[in-house]
């Protein structure tokens, strides 16, 4: 069956880098886009990007440009997100999720990485 | 930036009564939104595409209406199962809805 397997759970301190993977089986892994999302705690959920499985194209929301890298591994059916210059409020849980380029809903979701941002 | 209201933020309702959740947008999108709903510790699950298309697998009591600015999810006959928050989400630029719990009344 077609699913999203992300990367376990993350605690860094302020300043750092994290980066979560999202590995894809049971499709074509280069037909889709992967999203990411992310939800604070008690927040609404929020776009961050997506990265085009097969050419490797990106998007960004604008709020995360210049610290959010996405890149997949087509060999490896594998989507990557990392976050850079983390802070307290960058905590939350993030969710990997298949979707389209240009626009488009998401059928499949990964069951999400909480990051915890902490001193 | 197009931004998405939902109404109301809580709903109290019982098992068995129609219930219906309000989602606007700031600008039109067509009908290019999408209804999720989400349990606790859960990831989101897709319900609605294209305002009314029903997701394979969920149930027909839950169906979608609208288009251009105001959009409606509704819940016919309200089963235990669909306890809930409840997003909307335009994918114009992806920007989604502050979430409507539905609760045990």
């Known amino acids: 069956q077609v699913q999203l397997v992300q990367s376990g759970a993350e605690v860094k301190k302020p300043g750092a880098s994290v980066k979560v993977s999202c590995k894809a089986s049971?499709?074509?892994?280069?037909?889709?886009?992967i999203h990411w999302v992310r939800q604070a705690p008690g927040q609404r959920l929020e776009w961050m990007g997506w990265?085009?499985?097969?050419?490797?194209?990106?998007k960004y929301s604008q709020k995360f440009q210049g610290r959010v890298t996405i890149t997949r591994d087509t060999s490896a059916n594998t989507a990557y997100m990392e976050l850079s210059s983390l802070r307290s409020e960058d905590t939350a849980v993030y969710y990997c999720?298949?979707?389209?380029?240009?626009?488009?809903?998401?059928?499949?979701w990964g069951k999400g990485t909480t990051v915890t941002v902490s001193s | 930036d197009i931004q998405m209201t939902q109404s109301p933020s809580t709903l109290s309702a019982s098992v068995g009564d129609r219930v219906t959740i309000t989602c606007r947008a700031s600008q039109s999108i067509s009908n290019w939104l999408a209804w999720y709903q989400q349990k606790p510790g859960r990831a989101p699950k897709l319900l609605i595409y294209?305002?009314?298309s029903l997701e394979s697998g969920v149930p027909s009591r839950f169906s979608g209406s609208g288009s251009g600015t105001e959009f409606t999810l509704t819940i016919s006959s309200l089963q235990p199962d669909d306890f809930a928050t409840y997003y909307c989400?335009?994918?114009?630029?992806?920007?989604f809805g502050q979430g409507t719990k539905v609760e045990i009344k």
């Open positions: 294209k305002a009314s």
């Open positions: 989400q335009q994918y114009n630029s992806y920007s």
């Open positions: 999720a298949r979707g389209f380029t240009g626009s488009g809903w998401y059928g499949v």
């Open positions: 990265v085009n499985g097969g050419d490797g194209h990106t």
């Open positions: 049971g499709y074509t892994f280069t037909t889709y886009a």
